[in-house]
């Protein structure tokens, strides 16, 4: 499987990115999927997880309430909608095909990764 993240940039604080996540060569769609998130200087951290089939929705609570993760089977992509984006939000933004049907908050859980994609929030 190759995952290929798309849609990060610059925005200011309180603006909205959507992060997309298609995959190729093999099918995601009954796979548990997830984005983790990376800020320089620090570990690859949580942000949102999402079941085989859409549901069991899981989010860090430094994100619940301003970002929302789904995906569409039939494409075989995954999104991360974010709102009121903040500065801290700033980081390179990964998205991952989990070893079995549900998603996870651990990265040990996850067999296959994209390249990450950059968002940068200016306050």
């Known amino acids: 499987v190759q995952l290929q993240a798309s849609g990060g940039g610059l925005v200011q604080a309180g603006g909205s990115l959507r992060l997309s996540c298609s995959a190729s060569?093999?099918?995601?769609?009954?796979?548990?999927m997830g984005w983790f998130r990376q800020a320089p200087g620090n570990e690859r951290e949580f942000v949102a997880s999402?079941?085989?089939?859409?549901?069991?929705?899981y989010y860090s609570e430094s994100v619940k309430g301003r970002f929302t993760i789904s995906r569409d089977r039939a494409k075989d992509t995954l999104y991360l909608q974010m709102d009121n984006l903040k500065p801290e939000d700033t980081a390179v933004y990964y998205c991952?095909?989990?070893?079995?049907?549900?998603?996870?908050?651990?990265?040990?859980?996850?067999?296959?990764w994209g390249q990450g994609t950059l968002v940068t929030v200016s306050s």
């Open positions: 991952a095909a989990s070893r079995g049907a549900m998603g996870a908050t651990t990265t040990s859980s996850y067999r296959y």
């Open positions: 999402i079941g085989w089939n859409g549901s069991n929705e």
């Open positions: 060569r093999r099918t995601i769609s009954n796979n548990g």
